[in-house]
């Protein structure tokens, strides 16, 4: 190794001594925690570890050129780089590895992540934002390979907007863009789509962004051979690699053992992301993994003992120890007692957490066992109860769960009694439900004043001479009015720019707002997700556009594993407001006619599904979100902007209040419901169905989550006594999640005289062609037969069937 850097020779030598032994504190400090998490798995304490130790030099580098404002979007070996810009300590490593649900106690998820996903707290107790400047960010972390890098994009892409936009707010968010983001990620995971899209995306909008690859030529048990071409990642990305005529990368290859390679290394990546935006690839090689990949193996089983013993060798730690004493900052005896305090430090640590974690369910346990003493004394089931209390009695470490099960239990011994102590563990059992359930369920969605449901409704104004316009007039008029008012919003995505979206939703606006502000976008879904996840998770407001609501497939992941999970994956302490907008339903062909509604009611818990049925209500819904903190998917109707609608006068006024139905027709005879393009056929049906004598009442549902808030919809079947679900999602799609919501929730069987039923697409896409969707899908023939069948059964006289 060199023995000194050029970048600490304006600092004295015991400046420089201070700082090295600092830094092999925090080293021998994250590896002791790693070894002894190892064992509270292997103990039972803890169900599953995954650790950074072999990785912690580079990550001390990092460290020291990581500023306030900055982000990381890494993944679960970052504990050293976490514990270095102190966002986490001894105590808080191992409240998370023992799940503990207090935030205060571990805060990088509250015991809703594994141990080694970690966060910093971007909201205030309120849901306010943080001034995010005078602090060092992480954004919440998730387990999926490679998920972080397209939110890494738009952490990056933020500084750009910042420092090109006039007129943001940004005394929370930026200092003139100069923020950098910091991904990490694994050799093997460079693997993944993921990465190689977000590196492409990257290069091409040169963003102040810093990728580093720790490479330990592992994924799990599999070799680089298997992974990456020529085994080598920096080798194949050759290519990005700018130059005097071309924007790209600048690539630095560095050994992840060389402690002043890495801080020199590191010094360049952020003057040149943070002075030229430029973005940083970092390949960080020959490092090792001392304890194998996680808790669940041993690496012993695939490595072969030349792999073994050079890894022992090189191990960074190690060699980092041998720098220091070589360099004389400090003797081998020095080292060995600050070894030996560190390890005592870190046993109390871990003691500490583990008594945070036990002691409150102790007190539970002394709370339950006077009341199923009682309870045996009164029961004719004495036995029964005192074996519930011996069982919780012999749990050395009792978890909430089992003290609640044994509560639970011991009522069945009670049955039909009505003494005291039923009625003592009764409420017991209800505090503690009440008092525990929101530790595992709590902030899925906001719950702060600007949750979106409580943004009131604000109706469209038209004048006497407002005009019937095609109704994409009404989006981009809407649009043109938030850009106006709004500096800090922006939209962006495949075809959104130039031409102002396939639709002209967005027509002229780019010439007007400028290419930052309503950006085209290369064909990258998942990316196009990430830019807007990581700039709403700085303040910004974005709008990200997915052509067609088929292509959301390609960015679901990012949607469901990362946006939906934001709020709640961090107990509430980050947000991203983000907005996807898409549009979708009744076109031609299977690529541009899908439907998957029922499977993104499943996989976007955390975030609102918003189904206008015309431009205004959509224009009405972008409204409302930009009023709110919530991400949110809004499909436009894919058929719709052609349509006359007439043009309001209160433009980026107006708002179409979230999970609130509205009854299109009033009806006595049978509910209809549905959302959507459908609902024109559903229209079309019940005038007909009216020439028949049939009173349908038509209710547009306009979001499918949340869904029917103020349940009006059993109010309408209570009326009707009968209910059809029409939907052009496959059979048991959003059909079903929508029936069940009526019935179910609702109680809608209560007032039930006919079957309820669901009209559905067919279980495949349609074909191309007009002929493609009357075959595929519901149309005003399905629906008339439907209801005038359901009819028949109530009333075969009046209403003959149809058919023999």
């Not at 001034?131 to 990056?156: E, V």
């Not at 929730?745 to 002929?771: C, F, I, M, V």
Request: glycine share 8%; charged share 25%.
């Amino acid at each position: 190794m060199q023995s000194q850097t050029q970048s600490k020779e304006s600092i004295s030598f015991e400046d420089f001594k201070t700082e090295v032994l600092k830094d092999y504190k925090l080293a021998v400090t994250s590896r002791e925690c790693s070894l002894l998490g190892r064992r509270e798995v292997l103990t039972g304490k803890a169900k599953f570890g995954i650790f950074g130790d072999g990785k912690e030099i580079p990550q001390l580098a990092m460290a020291k050129v990581f500023k306030n404002g900055d982000f990381r979007s890494g993944y679960y070996r970052d504990q050293t780089f976490m514990m270095a810009i102190g966002a986490l300590n001894i105590q808080q490593f191992f409240a998370g590895l023992y799940a503990d649900t207090s935030i205060e106690n571990e805060p990088m998820s509250a015991g809703r992540q594994m141990g080694g996903h970690f966060t910093t707290h971007s909201l205030n107790e309120d849901g306010s934002w943080k001034n995010l400047m005078q602090q060092k960010n992480s954004s919440a972390d998730i387990s999926p390979t490679a998920g972080q890098m397209p939110r890494l994009l738009g952490l990056a892409q933020a500084s750009k907007i910042y420092r090109n936009v006039e007129g943001i707010a940004s005394e929370k968010f930026s200092e003139n863009g100069n923020e950098i983001a910091w991904g990490t990620i694994g050799n093997a995971s460079t693997s993944e789509g993921h990465f190689w899209e977000t590196i492409n995306a990257a290069g091409v909008l040169q963003v102040p962004l810093v990728m580093n690859v720790w490479d330990d030529e592992y994924g799990i048990s599999v070799h680089a051979k298997y992974q990456t071409t020529k085994e080598n990642i920096s080798e194949v990305l050759k290519g990005f690699q700018r130059d005097e005529n071309n924007k790209g990368y600048e690539i630095i290859i560095v050994n992840g053992w060389d402690y002043v390679a890495l801080v020199e290394a590191y010094e360049k990546a952020s003057r040149i992301a943070r002075k030229h935006h430029s973005p940083v690839l970092i390949h960080v090689k020959e490092l090792t993994q001392p304890q194998g990949h996680s808790t669940s193996g041993s690496h012993e089983r695939y490595k072969d003992g030349e792999r073994l013993a050079w890894e022992r060798e090189y191990d960074c730690n190690m060699k980092f120890r041998e720098w220091v004493i070589e360099n004389n900052f400090a003797t081998v005896e020095e080292l060995n007692e600050i070894d030996a305090d560190i390890k005592k430090q870190v046993r109390e640590g871990k003691k500490a957490a583990w008594a945070a974690y036990t002691d409150p369910m102790k007190m539970k346990m002394k709370e339950l066992l006077p009341l199923l003493d009682q309870a045996a004394k009164s029961s004719d089931n004495k036995e029964a109860i005192l074996s519930l209390k011996k069982e919780i009695t012999e749990i050395k470490e009792p978890l909430k769960k089992d003290l609640l099960v044994a509560a639970r239990k011991s009522l069945r011994y009670l049955t039909g009694t009505k003494s005291d102590a039923r009625t003592r563990i009764i409420n017991w059992i209800d505090r503690y439900t009440r008092d525990s359930q929101p530790e595992y369920s709590s902030n899925l969605y906001s719950e702060s004043a600007e949750n979106a449901l409580y943004i009131d409704e604000v109706k469209p104004v038209y004048s006497e001479d407002s005009k019937e316009v095609d109704a994409r007039i009404i989006l981009r008029d809407n649009f043109d009015k938030i850009f106006e008012t709004r500096p800090e919003t922006l939209i962006f995505g495949e075809d959104a720019g130039e031409i102002g979206d396939v639709n002209q939703g967005l027509e002229g606006l780019q010439e007007k707002y400028g290419k930052l502000r309503v950006a085209d976008a290369g064909i990258r879904e998942a990316t196009i997700l990430g830019q807007g996840i990581g700039m709403a998770m700085r303040g910004l407001r974005p709008i990200a556009e997915v052509q067609y609501l088929d292509y959301i497939l390609y960015a679901l992941q990012i949607m469901s594993d990362d946006l939906a999970t934001l709020q709640y994956r961090t107990k509430g302490k980050q947000k991203a407001p983000l907005i996807v907008r898409t549009r979708g339903h009744r076109l031609e062909g299977i690529w541009h006619s899908g439907s998957p509604m029922g499977a993104l009611v499943h996989l976007l818990r955390g975030m609102h599904i918003l189904v206008p049925r015309n431009m205004t209500k959509a224009a009405g819904f972008y409204n409302t979100l930009l009023q709110g903190d919530e991400p949110a998917l809004i499909v436009e109707c894919l058929n719709g902007y052609r349509l006359k609608e007439k043009l309001p006068t209160n433009m980026g006024a107006f708002r179409t209040p979230i999970g609130v139905v509205e009854t299109i027709k009033e009806g006595k005879d049978i509910t209809l419901v549905s959302y959507g393009s459908t609902l024109r056929l559903v229209e079309e049906a019940a005038k007909e169905l009216q020439q028949a004598g049939i009173s349908a009442e038509i209710i547009d549902i306009q979001s499918l989550l949340p869904l029917d808030l103020n349940k009006d919809l059993v109010k309408s079947v209570a009326k009707t006594n009968r209910l059809l679900v029409i939907d052009e999602d496959v059979p048991g799609g959003a059909s079903a999640y929508i029936l069940q919501q009526i019935v179910e929730e609702q109680n809608a069987y209560l007032h039930l005289d006919s079957k309820p039923q669901t009209l559905t697409a067919k279980s495949h896409r349609p074909a191309y062609g007009t002929d493609g969707d009357y075959f595929s899908k519901p149309s005003a023939e399905d629906i008339y037969e439907k209801v005038y069948a359901i009819m028949n059964e109530v009333d075969p006289e009046k209403y003959p069937a149809l058919k023999l």
